[in-house]
């Protein structure tokens, strides 16, 4: 991808960005805010292309034929600086002192800005934010700064009010379900799942849709809710056994539950069918929504609930998912 005009949503912070460019009035210090997948970093590395293209078009975007805009497409700008950090949870004091300060006092090799983007910039120590501060506070006239966080409210006060401040919403769904069917020829019914589990985020869509282990969650927990309320005590705890391998993503497969049940409550409620997310399983969700009352299925979306913050707070996960197969056997 390289123009803004393939970026799906985020049009008024594409607009903003194309203005500055275009009008030449480039901040040294931005915050691009939004949590995983949101498109953080392609927004960056779109807006580092623009200002470094040597043939902008007209409306401040890149024409993505230039040496610079194939250098920039391929990680080898040389203006164009991404900050790495080695331990897992932290970019300390060191990164920024090395990979920012220490080079931003050298000119641009090839362009009119040098920029440097900061994957994780919320995982920077108070050391390394106050390091980077004085940078901030004093920079080249050349100098770009791109913090790219999921909360950007851990970053220090002094540094966010010396920043433009970009913060990415969810993108609407039809827009993303259309991305998802025209661009990766998605079936209709599995975009439709994929956007319920997105939840307005672009990257989580695109990786649901390409996750064969995904898929896999989603077909275990339906055949499990399909078939529960036959099942025998016995039955029962072979179910937990083997929802214990999907421990690690424990929240997809309760995800999944959820939808099914809500798929269930909006039918049972309105009859409508063009809601319905798990539209390949409505045969199933007329079933169940002819059997539940609007109380039981109320007691096992608040069981899901409970569940996840029974694990969150590391209680048994056998004991907790029994617990909630008992819950939705039972109502």
């Not at 024409?63 to 932290?90: F, L, W």
């Not at 120590?125 to 004085?134: I, P, T």
Request: net charge negative; proline share 2%.
């Amino acid at each position: 991808m390289s123009s803004f005009k393939d970026v799906v949503g985020h049009k008024n912070i594409i607009q903003y960005i194309e203005n500055a460019v275009k009008t030449d009035k480039v901040s040294h210090a931005y915050i691009l805010n939004g949590e995983k997948g949101s498109g953080k970093r392609l927004l960056a590395n779109l807006f580092a292309m623009s200002l470094q293209c040597q043939n902008r078009d007209e409306d401040g975007d890149a024409c993505g034929k230039c040496q610079s805009c194939k250098q920039a497409a391929s990680n080898n700008q040389p203006d164009i600086i991404r900050v790495t950090h080695e331990k897992p949870n932290t970019i300390s004091i060191d990164d920024i002192r090395e990979q920012i300060n220490n080079d931003i006092v050298i000119k641009p090799y090839s362009s009119k800005y040098k920029i440097y983007i900061v994957p994780d910039a919320d995982m920077m120590s108070v050391q390394a934010q106050n390091a980077l501060l004085k940078t901030i506070e004093e920079p080249p006239a050349y100098a770009v700064i791109l913090l790219l966080t999921e909360n950007a409210e851990i970053l220090l006060p002094t540094i966010r009010s010396r920043c433009v401040m970009l913060k990415l919403r969810n993108i609407k769904d039809q827009l993303i379900k259309k991305y998802l069917m025209e661009q990766m020829e998605i079936p209709d019914y599995k975009a439709d799942v994929c956007v319920a589990f997105a939840q307005g985020n672009m990257g989580r869509a695109i990786m649901l849709a390409t996750s064969e282990h995904f898929n896999e969650i989603k077909e275990e927990a339906v055949h499990l809710l399909r078939e529960i309320n036959d099942m025998d005590v016995d039955a029962l705890e072979a179910a937990v056994k083997r929802v214990v391998s999907y421990k690690m993503n424990i929240t997809d497969y309760l995800d999944v539950i959820s939808v099914w049940y809500r798929d269930v409550l909006i039918y049972k409620a309105t009859k409508n069918v063009d809601q319905v997310v798990f539209s390949d399983q409505l045969r199933f969700i007329k079933d169940r929504a002819s059997k539940s009352s609007y109380e039981g299925i109320e007691n096992i979306l608040d069981g899901i609930e409970k569940a996840k913050a029974r694990l969150k707070a590391n209680v048994n996960f056998e004991l907790t998912m029994e617990l909630l197969l008992l819950t939705i056997k039972e109502n």
